[in-house]
């Protein structure tokens, strides 16, 4: 039990400083405009348009980084402060969602994969939690418990890992967009790409420490039915 706590920890403190800087990155690149003074709206309007997108809504909605494509309704949510701000952050935030409906709309293969696991991954999350405590605490008696907390622990991992493609490939469509159409110069661009990096490293971080607890369970589940 230690060595998961060891493991919950190193990964929880990576994440939080992630995070962390992340939003000290997005509050700095946020007070840095873009030379043509769009703002998040007009980029993932414009970004839509020179991808032949026209089906495709951007709207505002509340919150602090909560933007977001939903598929199922054709939307690229811009948080507010992405939605009218004429800054690097904006415009990189609002293009990198942007290259979600881009997938969309190309079929990109991850994306429809990551799709098509929504629901399950939802019904997985909402159980797992308790099948696990209860298959720890009956790992004796009744291991197959456990092992089934761990099959809905896979699903969630799985989900992490489609993921990752996903928001890489999102990153590289609006880097190279916001290069080609002008929207970044040789500055601001290098700015722009720093945030998606970031960004992309609290995905990484996340899927690897969603496996690292999966081996976790494993081994308590191969421990404790041996005994």
Not at 26 to 36: C, L, N, T
Not at 101 to 125: D, E, G, I, N
Request: with cysteine.
């Amino acid at each position: 039990m230690f060595i998961g706590y060891i493991i919950f920890g190193v990964f929880a403190l990576i994440s939080w400083l992630i995070q962390s800087r992340l939003k000290s990155k997005f509050e700095r690149y946020s007070r840095i405009p873009i030379p043509r003074g769009m703002t998040g709206k007009d980029v993932a309007v414009k970004m839509l348009r020179d991808n032949g997108i026209y089906d495709v809504q951007v709207i505002s909605t509340n919150g602090h980084l909560t933007d977001h494509y939903n598929p199922a309704t054709k939307t690229v949510n811009l948080s507010e402060n992405v939605y009218a701000s004429c800054s690097v952050a904006a415009a990189a935030v609002a293009a990198h969602e942007c290259g979600h409906a881009v997938q969309h709309a190309m079929a990109y293969a991850p994306l429809t994969l990551r799709s098509k696991l929504v629901p399950v991954v939802s019904f997985a999350s909402s159980w797992m939690q308790w099948v696990l405590l209860a298959g720890i605490l009956f790992v004796r008696s009744f291991p197959q418990l456990l092992l089934a907390g761990i099959v809905l622990f896979a699903i969630t991992t799985l989900f992490s890992f489609v993921t990752l493609p996903v928001e890489i490939n999102a990153s590289q469509r609006a880097l190279v967009w916001l290069n080609t159409a002008g929207i970044t110069n040789y500055e601001t661009h290098d700015q722009a790409k720093d945030a998606l990096k970031t960004a992309a490293y609290s995905y990484v971080v996340a899927a690897l420490g969603s496996l690292a607890a999966l081996v976790y369970y494993i081994m308590i589940f191969m421990g404790g039915s041996r005994r």
